[in-house]
């Protein structure tokens, strides 16, 4: 059994470029190599890992925020809440208060504030995480419960959950968006998969910007790799990233993954793998 240090963050400049299929299938194949990966789905609002793993998850448990509580009898009406938040959750008028959930980012400052204790915080519950394993892979999933907008929150405490230690893949929201820089906080690797379609290379240019303040050493993926699709792998010359890898376009593939298999079974894809794992392995130091 192979023991490894490294957190992973896998993202992608928008969706269908693979993100997933990468992350799945390089845990899988770890674990083939013997490591003892664990796969984390940080998309909750579209978690689809467990498509994989359909029988895989055995326990699940509430993911809660804390929010304000208003108790109106020991309100003056003063607004000090409300001008102290920096996200204009809160509204207060002559004798009145109104709370706009959806804008809360469950910061604290406005009860911290109140000199009345006039708000409490109470837990509220945002969405659930599920836990399983797969062999010797361990799996973690974020799912954000329906009309929830706390998004980068419940990344950010799933995330609080996950071992401090060992070989983690963090699977990360598509785009530039916030939860997506959100997922890569605290990684040491980011994988960024991309295509080489104009949406992709568009949206891959938009995300090494958004990623370049982060500081964090990232390797980039080109799927459905085709001959004489240079175009991203002169940009990542020219910008000092390093391809890591080229995971060939193939409708047998394709089929395979739309069907919850792997591409362990595709020889040309399976030493794809085996060669960015290698290239990732050897950087123990």
Known sequence: MNTFEKKIAVLSGKGGTGKTAFSVNLALILEKQGYVPLLADLDVEEPNVHLFFKESFGTEEPVSLLFPSWNKDACNFC????????????????????????????????????????????????????????GTLSLYEGRLDEGKTQTSSMIREIKKQLPQTGLQIWDGPPGTSCPSLEAVKGADLIVLITEPTPFGFHDFKLTVEALKPFGIQTKVVINKWVENSLEIETYCEKNNLTVLGKIPFSKQAAEAYSSGKTFWEFSDMRESFLDMIEQIMEERE
């Open 79 to 134: 607004g000090l809440c409300a001008s102290n938040c920096r996200f204009h959750s809160l509204a207060v008028f002559k004798d009145d208060f109104l709370f706009f959930q959806e804008l809360c980012h469950s910061c604290g400052r406005c009860a911290a504030k109140c000199p009345h204790k006039a708000l409490s915080e109470k837990p509220l519950q945002i969405g659930v995480l599920r836990k399983g394993n797969y």
